[in-house]
């Protein structure tokens, strides 16, 4: 994508499109500390790769002046420090302090299974190995953590990271981050170890990956050449299941039938009281394997990290990295997301359309905000849905706090 026209693109985008009043209300988190927001790391990647860290905002108004004037092709955002970054980084004392917990999933870590697109390409089949990803750690998040606060986003060509807003998420330490990643971390990329299928979470992970295994098993072909057959039946650590089927693959050609003959197998031979320890959850092992999210855990741990904006363009593809609802993730389409130019685009046709009606030059329409009259509205209309959850658990907070003050 990065053409000519991208620095101009990105100057109307900054100046008309990008959503600064609601992204400054978000890490502001209600002005309950203003340094929330004051002592808050960005980074930016200009033109040319030139990289500047430790960027850092007093207010809404300098962060809106300071983005359209660097015009960055990626903001990165980083963590809550104890002083202004801008002006504090080299002194000894200067630390984190706090930042929102990030999950990072990216879809080459899918590159070993997936069998429709590699490298930088996705499309609508290898996507579901992201449904099923948003699936099972909202679930997780939401019930076993019990945080609400979760902001989904389209990394702009194969990913998705999710920010974990609450309080308590926000000022988890390092090992903390660490402790929470390696619950959710079951399988690294590529690693194929055996886990407690016992264990509530992965029950109710494996539950999940059954309700979309199906379609998945269709559209991968997980079981069509002898390599992929030989790497699956290296989940069956007994010679005598194994032959059994792998008599059953030779009779079908499908992945799917291939995959009902395995299991109804292991089925008959635990009906049968022939599984043991090793086996008897074969079936589980396979499962995860192919569709258990697969984790960049160091993006999770470290405080210091940086991940990329919400809203950024990405330089590649031109595509905004949209906030998305994960209520409706079957939905979403990473090749339909809006790229910078067909928002370009949309304002251009708007604005001459309302050249077009200059003897209504008083209407309301004339002082639209510019995102709502692009295909944009939908993905901010996402984020403030977002930010009106965040809002109430701050009045929340306030009820509370003033509640306090009554009892003394
Ligand atoms: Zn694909």
Redo the contacts with the bound molecule.
Sequence with gaps: MVDDQFPDYLNVYYKRLFPYAQFHKWLSYGNVNPENFTNREFSFTLHEDIYIRFQSFNSLQEFETEIQNRCPFKIDIGAVFNMSPKVCRNYPQFHAMEKELVIDIDMTDYDSI?T??SGA???????RFMVIAVKILERSLRDDFGWSHLLWVFSGRRGIHCWICDESARKLSPSERGAVIDYLAVLTAGDNKRCNVNHPFIKNSISIIKEEFENLIVEQKFLETPEQCSKILSFIADEKLKEQINLQFSKYQNSLQRWEALSLVVQNNHKRGLLNFKTKSCVEDILLYLAYPRLDVNVTKGLNHLLKSPFCIHPKTGKVCVPINPKVIDKFNPNTVPTISMLIDEITEYDKKQKEIVSDANTSSNRLKDYKKTSMLKSVSIFEEFLRNLENSWKGDRIKNSDLKMEF
């Design positions: 997936r429709c697109c390409d996705v499309c609508q089949k290898c996507w």
